[in-house]
């Protein structure tokens, strides 16, 4: 399927500008899973793997800190997170950066598809 040139760019300048305004008040991870996210991202990016320095799910208590993370919640956010933190350093701003091109891929694909 041909992308039209001008369907393309308006959807990636629609799809960047959501984000970017709706990043724009943001300045912390924040609480539960974006936090989760970002603990396991940061950790992914000092060399620790997949691993989490917190108790995030009481249901199933870890017999030591840190304990392997992405046993409740997924992978997938904090393997983009922690590529762009080793590749950017570990700022919050990073990871938003990361999904925000994540974002765009995936507006992208939309269209193609649509």
Request: aromatic share 8%; charged share 10%.
């Amino acid at each position: 399927m041909r992308l039209e040139p001008v369907a393309l760019v308006v959807t990636l300048a629609i799809t960047l500008a959501i984000r970017v305004i709706a990043m724009g008040p943001i300045d912390a991870a924040g609480i539960g899973d974006p936090n989760y996210y970002n603990d396991v991202a940061e950790a992914f990016a000092r060399g620790e793997g997949l691993t989490s320095r917190c108790v995030w799910n009481l249901l199933a208590l870890p017999a030591d800190l840190p304990a392997p993370g992405c046993g409740y919640w997924g992978p997938g956010a904090s393997l983009v997170a922690g590529l762009a933190y080793r590749a950017f350093g570990i700022r919050l701003a990073v990871a938003q950066g990361a999904m925000i091109a994540l974002s765009l891929v995936l507006a992208v694909l939309a269209l193609a598809l649509a």
